[in-house]
């Protein structure tokens, strides 16, 4: 493949050079263990901590507030039990329906497991992706164990008002968890500001390395670990720690607080450039999602009447990289959760298509799929059905018509 134009960052992102840089010699020379008592040992756990207080300086926390885990998927799953364990005789758990499914799947596995002993009420979201604030308020209950709401969703990049959420939980003494995976290093988060519990991110999602996570635990909030074993992070979450990733998420971190500014004047720039221009070539073409409550790097468009494992097909043959709102799942292309939960319509959903940046997008980039993206939508539908019929004004609802398998 010659040129690659990455547009699939709430996927995942490149390690930034400057992370691989001060992550190599971790995998060389100096490979101690951190718990060790000799002094081999004790220099990598000084840089463990030199790492833990970068991260804790992007998120307003204290070090010893934040524990590594494998990924953000753990992180998720860590909080959600925590707080179950913590509260046996809560059993409810506040969420929406357009979690990730780390969040997602594992509530409604707690809500059908062991005879319904929890019950999970799944807030819907407006057509615009945003939540109804007075839903949520009268969803919180006595035996509400924890409320898990995401900061930023990652199809879409709508933001959800996670202070005035958290502030709401807290007054009624609801422990609450924010898997905010796709806010941190994007938006500004100041835990010292908002009464949160729990809050995971993932360093891959922000140009550190695959297998890196951290849980948030706000001083003296109960917590019961997910990982049983030694006496690493105090107790916390047993395993030896991945020194280089600890160390490649420091360095990211640090990078990201440095590059929050450009983040949110020329990547939304470009995404701004990328979304007006084809939403303006592309006849019925919808954006998904709250135009302005969103994160800076990421774009949802909808093209009506075609499918998107088809445009993702095309784009990949010039070396774009996208996704789609719809996966083929038993051959079937089932819209995703995120846009039904929205409502988006049958026709609109399955043409929808995420493109997400990152500072290493150039505008050549995005001029190259402004060039690229509408011939190929044109194309497209002169081969759909559906939008002959549309044309002709003699097909409504179009069915699911699958050209994967
Ligand atoms: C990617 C992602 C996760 C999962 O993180 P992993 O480190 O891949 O386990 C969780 N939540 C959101 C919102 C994500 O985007």
Redesign the pocket.
Known sequence: MDRVIYMDN?ATTRVAPEVLEVMLPYFSELYGNPSSMHRFGGQVGRVVNEARQKIANLLGAQPDELIFTS????S?STAILSALQSFPEKRHIVTTRVE?P??KNLCEKLDKLSGHKHRVTQLPVNSDGTIDMQLYEDSLEDDTAIVSV?WA??ETGVIFPIAEMARLAKQRGILFHT?A??AVGKIPIDLSQVPIDFL?L????LHAP?GI?VLYVRKGTPFVPFMIGGHQEHGRRGGTENVAAIVGLGKACELAQARMDIENTKVKTLRDKLENGLLNSVPRSILNGHKTMRLPNTTNISFEFVEGEAILLHLDAYGICASSGSACTSGSLEPSHVMRAMGVPFTAAHGSIRLSLSVYNTEDDVDFVLEKLPPIIAQLRKMSPFWEGEHKGSVGGASCKCSCS
Do not use: F, L, P
């Open positions: 709430n990924c953000g998927t753990e998720d990730h780390a969040v995401m969703n990652n898997d995976v796709q995971s993932s360093g891959h999602k695959k996570g």
